[in-house]
C-alpha cells in the first residue's frame, strides 16, 4: 500500500438512499418496520442511560433545520433533519435527512447513512409501537388525515404491529389521496377516499394526523373524536404547528416521547406547562398504565426524538456490517503519526 494511500481507520460505512432502498426491499417494509420497533422499545426500556436535550433548531420563514443528537455509554449518534412544507412547489422534498453513528470511546464514526428514507420508516414505526400500547383492543379501521410521503409508511407498519387493514383517506389535496390509494390498494389494504376530514374518522378506531403546513391549524375538532379512539398526532412537529383542537387534548390522556420537547414543540403547546403527560418509556418499562379502558380516549402527541433515530442507526450498522449494502468513504483523516497532520498533507502533495 501507498504511504499516501489512506489507513483503514480513514474509511467510514455509508449507506446511500440506493443501498437504503435495495435493503429495506429485501428485507421487506413491514419486517424492516417490525425491526426498528423492536430497536427502539429495547432503547425506550433503557431510557436513562441516554444523554437527553431537546433537537437544536434553526427556523426561518420558510422551515426548520434541526440537529438531534444523543449517546448511551458506547455511542453518540445524531441526525441532520429540515422541514420546509413548501418545498414541493420546487420539486423539493418537504423533510430530509442524514445521520452518523460515532464511538464514544474514540470519537470516529461508525456510520454514516442516509436518513429521509430512514426517518419516514422509524417515525412510521414509532407510531406502530406506541399503538400496541394505546390504541383500542381489536382496532382494524384508521382513518388517515394528511396523505404526503408518510401515509404509506403509517398504514404499513400499523398492519405489521397493531393489525389495522382498512384505512379511510382524506387530504385537502385529492391528488395526495389519489397517490395514497393506489399505493396502499396494491398493498392489499381496503381503502376509502373520502371527501372531508371528518368522513374520514367515521368508524375509525384509531386516528392519524399527518399534515404539513407550519402553522396552528385544526385538522381535528374536538365533536370529530369519541370515547375509545387513539389519536396519533404526528404533524404537530415544531413551534407554532399544531393540528388538534384544545379541547380535545383535555379530554384525552396525553403520552409523550420527551416532555421538554414535546412542549415546545407538540400539540400541547397550546396547554399549560404543568398539565399532565405520560411519558412513554415509563409504559413500556411496566412504571406508567398505557390504555386503561374501552372508553378512555389515548392521544400519542408525536414530535420524534434522537433516541429513536439512535435506534434506527444502530438496526442499520447491524444490518451493513456483514452485508453489502454500504460504501467505505475516505472520511476521516488518519496520519501514520497522529500528531503529524500538516506532514500528511505535505506529503500528499
Known amino acids: 500500500m501507498s504511504p499516501l494511500a489512506p489507513s483503514k481507520l480513514a474509511f467510514v460505512p455509508f449507506v446511500s438512499v440506493a443501498n437504503m432502498m435495495k435493503l429495506v426491499n429485501e428485507i ?9 420497533a423492536a430497536y427502539i422499545e429495547e432503547d425506550f426500556r433503557r431510557w436513562p442511560d441516554f444523554d437527553k436535550t431537546p433537537r437544536v433548531a434553526s427556523h426561518s420563514a420558510e422551515g426548520v433545520i434541526e440537529l438531534m443528537p444523543t449517546a448511551d455509554a458506547e455511542n453518540y449518534g445524531f441526525k441532520y433533519v429540515n422541514g420546509h412544507p413548501k418545498n414541493g412547489r420546487t420539486g423539493h422534498q418537504t423533510v430530509t435527512a442524514f445521520g452518523v453513528l460515532s464511538s464514544v470511546a474514540t470519537g470516529y464514526p461508525l456510520l454514516m447513512t442516509e436518513m429521509t428514507m430512514l426517518t419516514a420508516l422509524r417515525t412510521a414505526a414509532t ?9 383500542p383492543k381489536g382496532a382494524s379501521v384508521m382513518g388517515m388525515i394528511g396523505n404526503g410521503a408518510q401515509c404509506e409508511f403509517q398504514a404499513l407498519a400499523f398492519r405489521a404491529i397493531c393489525g389495522i387493514d382498512t384505512l379511510r383517506l382524506y387530504d385537502i389535496d385529492p391528488t395526495a389521496t389519489e397517490k395514497a390509494a393506489k ?12 371527501r372531508s376530514a371528518e368522513e374520514a374518522v367515521e368508524g375509525a378506531q384509531v386516528i392519524t394526523t399527518c399534515t404539513a403546513d407550519k402553522q396552528y391549524a385544526t385538522i381535528l ?8 379512539i387513539h389519536i396519533n398526532a404526528i404533524g404537530g412537529d415544531c413551534p407554532g404547528k399544531t393540528e388538534l383542537h384544545r379541547d380535545i387534548l383535555t379530554r384525552s390522556e396525553i403520552f409523550v416521547e420527551y416532555p421538554p420537547q414535546t412542549r415546545i414543540e407538540g400539540e400541547i403547546q397550546a396547554l399549560d406547562e404543568d398539565h399532565p403527560v405520560t411519558e412513554l418509556w415509563k409504559v413500556m418499562r411496566g412504571e406508567a398504565e398505557g390504555r386503561r379502558d374501552a372508553k378512555q380516549i389515548t392521544l400519542f402527541d408525536s414530535v420524534g426524538f434522537a433516541i429513536e433515530d439512535f435506534s434506527a442507526l444502530r438496526y442499520i450498522h447491524d444490518r451493513v456490517k ?13 496520519p501514520d503519526d497522529p500528531r503529524d497532520l500538516f506532514g500528511m498533507l505535505t506529503r500528499a502533495g
Not at 421487506?28 to 418496520?33: A, C, T, Y
Not at 375538532?221 to 375509545?228: I, L, P
Not at 456483514?322 to 467505505?328: I, P
Open 28 to 36: 421487506g417494509p413491514e419486517q424492516v418496520m417490525r425491526d426498528l
Open 127 to 135: 407510531s406502530a409501537l406506541v399503538g400496541k400500547y394505546l390504541a
Open 183 to 194: 399505493n396502499l390498494i396494491a398493498q392489499g389494504f381496503s381503502v376509502t377516499k373520502c
Open 221 to 228: 375538532t374536538d365533536n370529530m373524536v369519541g370515547s375509545g
Open 322 to 334: 456483514d452485508g453489502d449494502y454500504a460504501q467505505m468513504l475516505d472520511l476521516m483523516a488518519d
